[in-house]
């Protein structure tokens, strides 16, 4: 049962990790990028660790309890969203490479510590995937099993976000060309705007 709970967190918790989302499009760019990329992991990873205990341990009920913390992470998210896709929108115009050497790329630390934050705290989704989602699955285990479970889900996050942050340099050879940054950054923006008008526009489930 124990090993069974284990297993069954792994999955839920790579199954909701693993999609694509703003927050991934994010980590890997940094990756690419060499910038901080240590940084970024480690905060994706005790972000997602975090409110998955929160939702083992009974906090899942509380966000159902309150839409309108929410809802205005809901429109914080867009607003957040919209200007990164802009601001990547414009890095495609100017043609700027993002392929710098390590600890050389723009901007500092904190800069990329509070963005990556941004993506992954103002989307509202996060909450109802890890707290709300995980921590009602977790309930089908007693005791033990909960905590076991939320140790799977855990584990899933650090494995993915090790593999996207530190595993992009296999990318590396492509994105030596200005061009091919361009590409992914008008990816990237298009990606970002969609996201944003379908936090705007589609109601939370």
């Known amino acids: 049962m124990s090993f069974t709970a284990y297993l069954a967190g792994l999955a839920a918790g790579a199954g909701l990790i693993i999609a694509i989302g703003a927050q991934n499009a994010f980590v890997l760019r940094q990756g690419l990028q060499r910038s901080f990329i240590g940084s970024v992991v480690l905060v994706c990873i005790l972000a997602d660790v975090s409110l998955i205990l929160l939702g083992v341990g009974g906090m899942g009920l509380a966000v159902k309890q309150h839409p309108d913390l929410l809802q205005w992470l809901r429109y914080a998210g867009a607003a957040f969203l ?120 589609q109601p939370m489930a």
């Open 82 to 201: 919209a200007a990164y896709g802009m601001f990547a929108l414009k890095r495609a115009w100017q043609g700027e490479s993002g392929l710098q050497p390590a600890g050389n790329a723009a901007g500092s630390r904190g800069r990329v510590v509070l963005a990556c934050l941004g993506f992954t705290l103002l989307n509202p989704h996060v909450y109802l995937d890890t707290v709300v989602l995980l921590g009602s699955l977790s309930t089908h285990y007693d005791g033990q099993g909960r905590w076991l479970f939320a140790a799977g889900a855990s584990s899933a996050s650090v494995v993915w976000f090790l593999s996207l942050g530190f595993g992009a340099r296999v990318l590396l050879p492509i994105f030596r060309s200005p061009f091919a940054w361009r590409i992914f950054d008008v990816a990237v923006a298009a990606f970002m705007l969609a996201l944003a008008a379908a936090l705007l526009f």
